[in-house]
């Protein structure tokens, strides 16, 4: 008597736990299913939002990067004495505030993006450095000229950055 007892609890017991299973299962995929449908959703409504802030971002670095240009910024600021440790000071200056006061747009960016970016900027102030430290350079016009000369042969560092600006926009489209 008492087997079939069991056998008859069994009989309710076990249809209803499978049922349950299936419909725990069913309840919990469908749940995450509108739970990646609300994040898309969302995804998709910020996109509006971010995309113009995201191109403000690239279009300011790639500014950055033309006025951290080794060629540009010497050409654009004019050694005012001619001592070459003050001009090459005054010139890092420059670099380090341009920098700094685009700062804010790393948020906006791949980290790629923002090391390149921070690689070009350290490379420039090296290349500025290493010319004041060279023989032949014994004014502020020395170094102007020998860092824009130097720059004859090979790239500024600023254009990988730009290059990789580029290519991350072409992205977002």
């Not at 309710?12 to 990646?36: C, I, M, R, W």
């Not at 700062?103 to 921070?118: A, D």
């Amino acid at each position: 008597m008492e087997t079939v007892k069991i056998l008859e609890i069994l009989g309710y017991t076990l249809p209803s736990l499978v049922t349950g299973g299936v419909a725990y299962f069913l309840f919990d995929n469908y749940f995450k299913d509108q739970e990646k449908i609300r994040h898309w959703l969302l995804q998709k409504e910020n996109k509006k939002d971010i995309l113009p802030l995201r191109l403000q971002a690239y279009e300011r670095l790639s500014l950055l990067m033309e006025r951290i240009n080794p060629a540009q910024i010497l050409l654009r600021n004019s050694p005012v004495t001619n001592d070459k440790k003050e001009y090459e000071n005054f010139i890092i200056d420059q670099i380090q505030q341009e920098f700094e006061h685009n700062l804010s747009q790393q948020i906006y960016v791949s980290g790629e993006c923002w090391s390149i970016i921070q690689t070009a900027k350290n490379a420039t102030i090296q290349l500025i450095r290493i010319a004041a430290q060279n023989e032949k350079v014994q004014t502020a016009t020395d170094l102007r000229e020998f860092v824009v000369s130097s720059l004859v042969d090979k790239a500024a560092p600023t254009y990988a950055a730009l290059d990789l600006i580029k290519q991350e926009v072409g992205q977002l489209w």
